[in-house]
């Protein structure tokens, strides 16, 4: 079975602070995907990244990086400088990968970590 | 294109009425999806579909059922509403072909069963 966990609860910040939000995952399959979603107060569920398990690169997008270590099983997420607008709960995900290279997209997701930037 | 619709937005149900939350993609996708979301479990998948006719259960099943007549509707049954079923819903779709890409999600149903 899959498992993903956010170990953080809840995280506050100030603004211009760099913030990292962890994620470990577990699962037996050799390939697999790994996603970070927002989901701002609004309620939407807003697509962040894809990471496929057998490219550990980094990257880098904006603001916004992640550090995937297929050896801790993490896949962590660092906003530098935080905004007000960065405010959101934040959801780490992973899917298998089936025969073929595809997948179904069945997501297994963390409990999400609340984020609050205050100005 | 309109991706993902949900109806209705927000529903209030009494304990043991039946509804139908509705989800519709207009993206030609293959693959559509339930999810809840619960406080501090993050979203758990309910049921899925891989094509019309096709259905299979995801980790929560209980208390649902769904059907997919067709590529572009995939409807979430609740028969007889229970309180452990207030939650936020969310339906998704993506295409199978390829490497898989953008899961879309729509903009969910919050439910509350008295």
């Known amino acids: 079975a899959q498992k993903v966990t956010q170990a953080q609860t809840e995280i506050s910040v100030v603004e211009k602070e760099d913030v990292t939000l962890d994620c470990v995952y577990e699962?037996?399959?050799?390939?697999?995907?790994l996603f970070w979603y927002k989901q701002p107060p609004s309620g939407e569920l807003v697509f962040l990244i894809r990471?496929?398990?057998?490219?550990?690169q980094n990257e880098i997008s904006g603001r916004y990086s992640w550090n995937f270590q297929k050896s801790t099983s993490s896949f962590n997420f660092t906003i530098t400088a935080s905004q007000v607008v960065d405010s959101a709960v934040y959801f780490c995900?992973?899917?298998?990968?089936?025969?073929?290279?595809?997948?179904?997209?069945?997501?297994?997701f963390g409990q999400g970590t609340i984020l609050t930037v205050h100005p | 294109n309109a991706g993902v619709t949900q109806t209705p937005k927000f529903q209030v149900l009494k304990t043991g009425q039946s509804m139908t939350l509705q989800c519709a993609q207009d993206?030609?996708?293959?693959?559509m999806s339930w999810y809840r979301q619960d406080p501090g479990m993050g979203l758990r998948l309910i049921h899925y579909?891989?094509?019309?006719?096709?259905?299979d259960q995801g980790e929560v099943p209980n208390g649902y059922n769904v059907s997919r007549s067709t590529t572009e509707d995939f409807p979430l049954r609740l028969l007889s509403a229970a309180p452990s079923q207030t939650s936020v819903y969310f339906c998704?779709?993506?295409?199978?072909?390829?490497?898989?890409?953008?899961?879309?999600f729509g903009p969910g149903t919050r439910l509350t069963v008295l």
């Open positions: 998704a779709s993506r295409g199978l072909a390829g490497v898989l890409g953008e899961q879309f």
């Open positions: 699962t037996r399959d050799t390939t697999y995907y």
């Open positions: 990471r496929n398990s057998f490219d550990e």
């Open positions: 995900a992973l899917s298998e990968i089936y025969a073929g290279g595809t997948s179904y997209g069945k997501l297994t």
């Open positions: 993206m030609n996708h293959e693959y």
């Open positions: 579909s891989v094509g019309a006719g096709i259905t």
